[in-house]
């Protein structure tokens, strides 16, 4: 497993390895040290730390753990990132002061919270009293993983307590797959990923159905949210109808069409964006030895050709290209053991 950590280095080095660090593993931030955090400090000079990192396949995992300190993805650091993606943080020791889309929030040990790379955020982290060090395990979980209809600027910057509940299963997912990740294949890590992902925006679903919201609205929401799950678990199976996806959601199919209306799409439009997503992530992590057509056979198309069509028309490219432009191999940090 990556390991990278600041000890051995002197304070000005440890800064500056640090900001790589935490710029490269994660996404571009900017970490800052004033005053008022060396005062609430147990390390006085240099930035004490260390990260371990291992992906599941498009979801990468990490623990990271540091003294006190402010971290901010400004505009600047929007605009240098490279991929659009949630980080989920879950807070093993210490607090951190999160903000983003104007809400602020604190995150204590046992709670986790959601933030967005496309919209600047900050987070301020602060070691417990009787600890050198505040420790998070952080999930950054593609955006496009997240599903269709639910907002991330109403699942941002608000802490989840995961003692009981809907937080718990969030939780516990987390820590299994961190634990667990070197025991399971490929396409098990795959299948997992999803499924946290869809955990994950089931509960910030229903986080984000405040009062104020009419009950209608909230009912749809929750019809739409169980046909897409729907949609996206049956689609490596074969042709996915409305008949069915209705069927799954207990309603009919002129309600079914009328939900998706209302949200300004279409079923079938989420049908072929799922299906899109599945063959683009295929593309990306099956082996070369897999053509594009057993892939297109995979997700519905007919052949390889219609998949290049339905590819050029809403992607701007062919699927070859997309496979030969995101195979790249990622440059690795050096490693401090």
């Known amino acids: 497993m990556p390991y990278w950590s600041t000890s051995g280095l002197s304070p000005r080095d440890q800064a500056s390895y640090w900001s790589d660090i935490v710029c490269e593993a994660f996404t571009p931030l900017a970490p800052k040290r004033a005053r008022a955090h060396l005062d609430r400090s147990a390390t006085a000079d240099g930035v004490s730390g260390w990260v371990r990192s291992e992906p599941l396949v498009e979801t990468n995992c990490a623990e990271i753990a540091s003294c006190t300190q402010l971290l901010t993805h400004g505009p600047r650091e929007v605009r240098r990132t490279s991929m659009e993606a949630l980080f989920v943080n879950l807070q093993l020791s210490g607090v951190c002061h999160g903000e983003q889309d104007g ?61 009981t ?32 992902a869809d955990v994950l925006c089931a ?12 009950e209608s609205e909230a009912r749809d929401a929750a019809l739409r949210f169980v046909v897409e799950r729907y949609i996206r678990s049956a689609m490596p199976l ?16 002129r309600t079914l069409h009328r939900l998706f209306q209302a949200a300004g799409t279409t079923f079938a439009d989420r049908v072929r964006e799922e299906r899109l ?47 030969a432009a995101n195979s790249t191999v990622s440059v690795q940090l050096p490693r401090k053991d």
């Open 103 to 163: 809400r602020r929030c604190i995150v204590p040990p046992g709670s986790y919270a959601v933030f967005d790379t496309t919209r600047p955020y900050s987070l301020e982290f602060s070691e417990p009293a009787s600890e050198a060090s505040w420790r998070v395990l952080s999930f950054r979980v593609p955006r496009d993983h997240w599903a269709f209809g639910v907002r991330t600027d109403d699942a941002t910057a608000r802490a989840i307590d995961t003692a």
């Open 203 to 214: 509960v910030s679903s229903a986080r984000s159905r405040s009062a104020e919201t009419p």
């Open 277 to 323: 997503r599945g063959v683009m992530h295929d593309l990306v992590t099956a082996a070369p030895t897999v053509s594009v057509g057993e892939i297109a056979m995979r997700w519905g198309f007919y052949d390889s050709s219609h998949l290049t069509r339905t590819f050029q028309r809403y992607l701007g490219c062919t699927p070859t290209e997309y496979r």
């Open 165 to 196: 509940g809907a937080g718990n299963v969030v939780a516990t997912m987390m820590s299994s797959l961190w634990k667990q990740q070197h025991a399971l294949d490929q396409s098990t890590e795959a299948s997992l990923e999803r499924s946290f």
């Open 238 to 253: 074969g042709r996915v109808t409305a008949e069915a996806a209705a069927n799954e959601a207990a309603i009919s199919v």
